[in-house]
């Protein structure tokens, strides 16, 4: 579900039309809806319902302060993976003991600076991290809260690129060693062990790989407790995927989710944690550009829009799909045409779509990137010195520019030249 749709002919954010944007901030620019964001939220707290738990926004989908913002005031907690996530996090007024912090290489400044800020865990990746966090710790006279993430294992059934779950990815311990990091852990005066981090990976379209997981989780909690290890946390990460073209097959539900949770969890008594992103932010933004030509070549037409791949990469490194739609609204029975839909960048692989058949359109005409708000802008460069694009929040009938484009006399001058040059 979004809020973005077509209104007398027009494409609309919630109550306002999308061309009505474009024409104040100019093109490409990055538009989200604050109604599905917060809905998306919603679905899953409620799908927890029952038990003691928290929905931690995952950051790292789309971090702007205006959306967690927004998040935040629904409720959520935040899944930070740096020291920058952090300081987001705490500029917009998260509390620490909502912030859990994510991550394969947390440096020892991130880990004094989430101690001097507070945090309510660190999810532990390896036993290195747990050395360093103990030490950190017991210096600034703390005790770190700690979950170990553990590797059940499990194929995601997802792209290679995002799936964390399998044992050779780079992704928490080996669920067979973890009694004997556990203990280590317990032995590490700076460390309260509270429970167990699980999370096997991104664009998740069917749950099953999920119960699997969690189902070894749960066993392995036994375990821990039989052992002495007051386990009371479990964080089970997110991955539930969003469909990226309006003819998939729809992934499980929030709802389907949360019953699959209980089910397989419920009975242990334990505080759950989840840390959706792309399901909150992902169909609650688009990306909107502007046709700069229609180019015919030796086999086919190519689309030749402003926005490229430094502006939404994930075609370019995920072979990933978005519908790509006319702002203007076609006319039922309109013309098809096929297009290579390319951006201005000088690669190749500035391409977001080959043989796509779409409403003809024509220079000057807009077109949509639909379910472009997670992964998007949070993702994009200066690549060849294009500026960044701007982001703007939609709230029914009154929209913000969030982040504003630069100039390119701003960005020109970050650098900064030697005196000998």
Not at 44 to 60: I, N, P, R, S, W
Not at 188 to 193: I, K, R, Y
Not at 255 to 263: E, I, Q, T, W
Request: with cysteine; glycine share 10%.
């Amino acid at each position: 579900m979004d809020h973005f749709l077509y209104r007398n002919g027009a494409l609309h954010a919630e109550d306002v039309p999308v061309a009505e944007i474009a024409a104040a901030v100019g093109t490409p620019f990055y538009v989200y809806s604050t109604a599905t964001l917060l809905r998306h939220f919603q679905l899953f707290d409620e799908a927890l319902e029952g038990l003691d738990h928290l929905v931690c926004y995952a950051m790292k989908a789309a971090s702007n302060q205006a959306i967690l913002k927004t998040l935040a005031k629904a409720g959520a907690g935040m899944d930070v993976v740096s020291g920058g996530e952090y300081m987001r996090a705490k500029a917009v007024g998260v509390p620490g003991d909502k912030i859990v912090f994510s991550g394969v290489g947390k440096t020892a400044a991130e880990i004094r600076l989430a101690l001097e800020g507070g945090i309510r865990q660190f999810n532990v990746e390896s036993e290195p991290e747990m050395e360093v966090l103990d030490a950190t710790a017991r210096a600034m006279g703390q005790v770190a809260p700690i979950t170990i993430r553990v590797n059940p294992d499990v194929d995601a059934r997802t792209h290679a690129k995002i799936a964390t779950g399998k044992s050779e990815n780079k992704f928490g311990i080996p669920i067979s060693r973890a009694k004997e990091v556990y203990a280590l852990a317990a032995s590490m005066p700076g460390l309260d062990v509270v429970g167990i981090d699980v999370h096997i990976g991104s664009q998740l379209t069917d749950l099953v790989p999920f119960e699997l997981a969690y189902r070894k989780v749960a066993e392995l909690t036994t375990q821990l407790r039989a052992e002495g290890h007051d386990i009371r946390r479990l964080d089970l990460g997110g991955g539930l995927g969003i469909p990226y073209a309006r003819d998939n097959q729809a992934p499980p539900l929030p709802s389907d989710y949360g019953a699959m949770v209980k089910r397989t969890l419920g009975h242990l008594g334990c505080e759950i944690e989840i840390e959706p992103g792309r399901l909150i932010a992902g169909n609650a933004g688009i990306m909107v550009s502007e046709v700069i030509y229609v180019k015919s070549g030796e086999d086919r037409d190519f689309l030749i829009i402003d926005g490229a791949m430094n502006d939404l990469i994930r075609p370019a490194m995920y072979e990933a799909y978005h519908d790509i739609v006319p702002v203007v609204e076609p006319a039922p029975g309109a013309e098809q045409a096929t297009f290579d839909i390319v951006g201005p960048v000088c690669e190749t692989g500035d391409t977001f779509a080959r043989g796509r058949q779409m409403p003809a359109v024509t220079a000057g005409d807009l077109v949509a990137f639909r379910s472009a708000g997670a992964y998007g802008a949070v993702m994009s460069s200066e690549y060849n010195s294009r500026p960044l694009i701007p982001e703007v929040l939609v709230n029914g009938d009154q929209f913000a520019v969030i982040r504003r484009r630069p100039t390119f006399d701003e960005m020109i001058n970050r650098d900064t030249i030697p005196e000998w040059l």
